[in-house]
């Protein structure tokens, strides 16, 4: 598949959350929880006030029993909060990514088949599998880490600015920097995380094909340049990987530097205020425990961007492939069970992006109760000419007709069911002898047992275990 332009972020993002409106319930009670974690985290730090002038500064004995009873209510309070808020957010985030995957499989299996010679296999099930575990550390992981950091960071500042409103803009300050960064470190992350789920369908293709054809690699003694390959594919990787974790450790250590500047610029503040009677020492406690509470919700904020851009650019695979045009199907005239007679008319194929024709002004027809034979040289088109009949392409001149009706008036599934096709590719899939006989009908043993014998193939599959 070509690549796209880059879109913006939010778009992306906006509709990759409309996947989690089915399951509402989980995420409203996650949020729930992530509310009362942020909140249960504030209140800890608001009681460092108490804490201090009532507990060590002017000591009240009721304060030695109300004092822990609080603390711990709040932490029991809080362990029930996270839990709630990681199932709620880990059910929500695996189902998605589950809806995707059925959801991306069903429409590779509508696409064109000419998706199919524009992109490997390999990179197909990397999408399915890679881009859709990306998917989960943004629709779950690092949307928990978002909403539960900010809220810790909203309410802590609305702790601070209550206790002391200068000592507060004193550190909001630096907060504009900070922004810039996770700014910054986003737009990166994802440029680089594009590059990255790229490089990884590629590296699958490579790792299948030197696998696959790993007895013509040994007849021709490519071992070392099949392995250099891949060693090149992977390194691209460990580059990119590379970039992304020197990207996201000099953020990180930045925003704790600036974190620094600003706690440095608070105790000074906080300092004068106190001199001037306007902060009291329990107040400078929670104040300071506010601060150190932000720092490390900060950096979290900032690395989290790792994970969020990693999932867009990965939703922004997915859905360049659910937008995809599928397969035309306006064919109207139904068939139940054809007679036969196949006739082409001046057919002539030629393949996206290939300059030649496959198949150049090709006339015959085929008649009911004969067989005809398709006879040429290799590469001169005959599996191309068989691929036109089921419509897995559509002729680029001429047309087909079958029983004197083009192919394309039938509809597609009705057309489909007419045909036994056996490719150059054989095929089993993972299940038993039976279900491969009967694959997509509802044949009966006894109608599977006559296909068998009508294919000389009873015989043999008689001698096979039971299992």
């Known amino acids: 598949m070509s690549r796209t332009p880059r879109q913006p972020v939010w778009p992306i993002y906006r509709r990759l ?125 690092a949307l928990k880490t978002l909403i539960t950091d900010s809220l810790t960071i909203v309410y802590l500042l609305g702790l601070m ?93 930045l925003v704790q530097l600036l974190a620094a500047l600003a706690l440095s610029l608070i105790v000074a503040v906080a300092t004068r205020e106190a001199l001037a009677g306007r902060l009291n020492a329990g107040q400078f406690i929670s104040l300071m425990t506010a601060m150190m509470g932000i720092i490390p919700s900060l950096r979290r904020v900032t690395s989290v961007q790792t994970a969020v851009s990693r999932g867009v650019a990965a939703a922004e695979r997915l859905f360049s492939i659910l937008d995809a045009e599928e397969e035309v199907d306006d064919g109207t005239r139904p068939l139940q069970r054809a007679r036969g007679e196949l006739a082409f008319e001046h057919v002539s194929l030629r393949y996206r992006d290939q300059p030649g024709f496959a198949l150049d002004d090709v006339s015959f027809v085929a008649t009911p109760g004969t067989v005809t034979a398709i006879v040429g040289r290799s590469g001169s088109g005959k599996t191309s000419l068989v691929r036109l009949v089921p419509r897995f392409y559509e002729p680029s001149a001429g047309r087909i007709l079958l029983d004197g009706v083009p192919l394309d008036e039938y509809r597609m599934s009705d057309l489909r069911r007419q045909i036994a096709l056996v490719g150059q590719k054989v095929m089993l899939f993972d299940d038993t002898v039976a279900a491969n006989i009967a694959y997509g009908s509802d044949a009966d043993h006894a109608a599977i047992r006559a296909a068998a014998e009508a294919a000389n193939a009873w015989e043999f599959i008689e001698r096979l275990p039971q299992g």
């Open 161 to 253: 600015l209550y206790m002391s409103v200068k000592v507060t803009l004193a550190m909001l300050l630096i907060t504009p920097l900070i922004g810039l960064i996770v700014w910054y470190v986003g737009k990166r992350y994802r440029r680089i995380s594009g590059g990255i789920q790229d490089g990884m369908g590629r590296m699958a293709a490579s790792a299948e094909q030197s696998l696959a054809a790993q007895q013509d690699v040994k007849i021709h003694g490519a071992q070392l340049l099949e392995t250099g390959r891949y060693a090149g594919l992977a390194n691209r990787i460990l580059g990119l990987n590379m970039k992304v974790e020197s990207t996201r450790a000099a953020a990180s250590g």
């Open 17 to 141: 959350l409309g996947y989690t409106a089915r399951y509402r319930v989980f995420l409203g009670a996650a949020l729930l929880g992530m509310l009362v974690e942020a909140g249960a985290g504030a209140t800890f730090i608001w009681l460092m006030e108490p804490l201090t002038n009532r507990g060590f500064v002017r000591p009240e004995p009721q304060m030695a029993v109300l004092l822990p009873l609080a603390i711990i209510g709040l932490f029991v309070l809080r362990s029930l909060a996270t839990f709630v808020t990681d199932y709620g957010m880990a059910r929500t985030g695996r189902s998605v990514v589950r809806d995707l995957r059925e959801e991306v499989l069903s429409k590779y299996l509508r696409l064109p088949s000419s998706q199919f010679d524009t992109e490997a296999t390999p990179v197909m099930v990397s999408r399915l599998n890679f881009d859709t575990e990306q998917v989960t550390q943004a629709s779950s992981e």
